[in-house]
């Protein structure tokens, strides 16, 4: 099993849709939560972290859930400009040491 | 405003030639990594350093090396390459608190023939 699954993707919706993205985790000792977001051909960047209490930024809500060891990030009102790929990433202690674990990605295509 | 540096941008190289990525952040980090990402997949860590004289390897360590003399440079090498090791690498760094976010460089896209 891996450390950090996301859904597979790709999705497709329309304009204004809303969308929404699981990942769940398997190291219950993980400490901090955040979504990615990357354009075809560039770096990964911040799009916002994830606290317990669960957090909003504009159109986007991330969330948490402990007790079942996911996270999520829903986004409202779709824009042209939220096509990319959203990464989920887990920070925390290890058997191996500290780590950051990155999700595979998952990939939204917003349509006009 | 430089962040996460990484040179070159663009590199060919031909099978068995050896290589060194640059990177160098200006953030004072103490955590920073390699990565690599190949086509339609996750990024998978190659080695990182939580300071200067600390390396250890990550998830795909085999056929590069680093090392980290200055909290500012990590630069990774390619021993002998291989066409298997054509693919983007990302340079990250962080501070080591489990809350820090991770920033990357702009990547540095190689291949090898």
């Known amino acids: 099993r891996k450390e950090v699954e996301q859904d597979p993707g790709p999705f497709n919706v329309p304009e204004g849709a809303t969308v929404a993205f699981n990942c769940t985790y398997s190291?219950?000792?993980?400490?901090?939560f955040f979504w990615y977001r990357q354009d075809c051909r560039k770096e990964p960047k911040l799009l916002m972290s994830?606290?317990?209490s669960g957090n909003e930024d504009g159109r986007f809500t991330a969330q948490l859930n402990r007790a079942s060891q996911y996270i999520s990030l829903l986004i409202r009102d779709s824009k042209l400009s939220d096509s990319a790929t959203y990464l989920c990433?887990?920070?925390?202690?290890?058997?191996?040491?500290?780590?950051?674990?990155f999700g595979a990605g998952t990939r939204l295509f917003v349509k006009a | 405003n430089a962040g996460v540096t990484q040179t070159p941008k663009f590199q060919v190289l031909k099978t068995g030639q050896s290589m060194t990525l640059q990177c160098a952040q200006d953030?004072?980090?103490?955590?920073m990594s390699w990565y690599r990402q190949d086509p339609g997949m996750g990024l998978r860590l190659i080695h990182y350093?939580?300071?200067?004289?600390?390396?250890d390897q990550g998830e795909v360590p085999n056929g590069y090396n680093v090392s980290r003399s200055t909290t500012e440079d990590f630069p990774l090498r390619l021993l002998s390459a291989a066409p298997s090791q054509t693919s983007v690498y990302f340079c990250?760094?962080?501070?080591?608190?489990?809350?820090?976010?991770?920033?990357f460089g702009e990547g540095s896209w190689l291949t090898v023939v």
């Open positions: 990250a760094s962080k501070n080591t608190g489990a809350g820090n976010t991770i920033y």
């Open positions: 190291n219950s000792a993980s400490q901090s």
């Open positions: 994830v606290y317990s």
């Open positions: 990433v887990v920070n925390g202690l290890n058997t191996g040491g500290f780590k950051t674990i």
């Open positions: 953030m004072n980090h103490e955590y």
């Open positions: 350093s939580v300071g200067a004289g600390i390396t």
